[in-house]
């Protein structure tokens, strides 16, 4: 397929392209819903979701249905969380880099921020762990385990044992904030620190965007049930309860299987895409560091030091291409960095798209 400049190549947004939602599937699911419970789909509901929903989440991650609420999307569970825990001064951790709406939140909620490196295995847990010695008492830490949004890593086995340590010892909670688990390329699944806390620590944070299609807007929280009752007070006192028909249609998706059908659609085409794009950085922007995430839907690349990427973004758009700046990422730094999406991007735009963005690169370094 030839491509135009007028077509915009977008490596910004982490979301699926149509070609790789079931879209027959979830009308398959939605007629589903209708038929097997009118009443429950037309109805106010409550505020913890729909409960067959809540049911399926529960056994999923083996907990109780009252340890779940299910959200319109996991940026809202995360909203309930950080309105919930955070006050004004309170000091929290969070990956550097880390998701640039979480920063924006926690800042809009008064939070100190401390941002603790982020390594290929993960969060730095020497940095971590100077930093709550030296007297900061974190409310929570904010940590996405596995192919992290924007970095891509993920977090070992070794360090999710020692986040745990820490947390009990240090009297935090931690944020498991992990919509992207299922899209794994290759290698092992590793356990949720969810299902490894002994000690209540852990807040669970998922979402069917990545799995099923943004356009749903379900997530959910998994936590104490303490905590999920007093967030589902307010979120009665919010909106009543969430979309009972979206998180119908998920149900039905989820209970006939049709998810894992899903899942593997996206790993697939992902793991393609992905092989493309750095094949075509190493070829078209040899200047350009990386790691091959093995999931998910984002590559971080370092530039060489004379791109700067607040000249970059506005050149690349001219040449039809969108990223996101490193710099969103993070509290201070990020000046030579992006964050490239390969979730939205077809095979045949991979290529062309970075082609643009060296065009685009030369001319600033020009």
């Avoid at 790789?20 to 599937?25: R, S």
């Avoid at 999307?73 to 929290?92: I, M, R, T």
């Avoid at 490193?326 to 290529?351: E, M």
Wanted: with cysteine; glycine share 8%.
């Amino acid at each position: 397929m030839s491509m135009t400049a007028e077509q915009l190549i977008s490596f910004a947004r982490g979301a699926p392209s149509l070609d790789i939602i079931d879209v027959e599937g979830l009308k398959a699911a939605a007629a589903r819903a209708f038929d097997a419970d009118p009443a429950g789909v037309t109805a106010y509901g409550t505020s913890v979701g729909y409960l067959p929903l809540r049911k399926w989440i529960a056994d999923k991650h083996e907990v109780s249905a009252d340890q779940v609420i299910v959200t319109n999307g996991s940026l809202q569970a995360d909203a309930f969380l950080f309105n919930h825990l955070v006050k004004p001064g309170d000091d929290v951790v969070v990956e550097k880099p880390t998701y640039d709406r979480t920063l924006l939140s926690l800042q809009n909620l008064g939070a100190k921020v401390h941002q603790v490196t982020l390594r290929e295995d993960g969060i730095d847990v020497d940095e971590l762990r100077a930093l709550l010695e030296s007297g900061i008492r974190p409310k929570l830490a904010h940590i996405i385990p596995n192919y992290q949004n924007p970095a891509g890593t993920r977090l070992s086995l070794e360090k999710r044992r020692a986040l745990l340590e820490l947390a009990v010892q240090h009297e935090f909670v931690i944020f498991e904030d992990d919509p992207y688990a299922d899209i794994r390329f290759s290698g092992e699944a590793l356990p949720s620190m969810l299902s490894m806390d002994t000690d209540n620590v852990v807040v669970h944070a998922s979402s069917f965007t990545k799995t099923v299609c943004p356009g749903v807007r379900v997530g959910y929280l998994v936590g104490p049930a303490a905590l999920i009752d007093a967030i589902a007070k307010k979120a009665t006192n919010l909106y009543i309860s969430p979309g009972m028909v979206s998180e119908a249609i998920v149900h039905q998706f989820c209970v006939s299987g049709d998810i894992d059908r899903s899942i593997a659609t996206v790993r697939t085409a992902l793991a393609e895409r992905v092989r493309l794009l750095a094949e075509s950085l190493r070829k078209h922007i040899p200047g350009a560091t990386f790691t091959e995430p093995s999931g998910g839907y984002f590559l971080w690349v370092d530039l060489p030091s004379d791109v700067d990427v607040d000249k970059l973004f506005p050149a690349a758009m001219k040449k039809g291409v969108a990223i996101v700046k490193g710099s969103d990422f993070l509290l201070d730094g990020g000046k030579h960095s992006v964050r490239l999406a390969y979730s939205a991007v077809t095979n045949d735009q991979i290529d062309e798209g970075v082609r643009r963005l060296a065009d685009a690169i030369a001319d600033v370094r020009g």
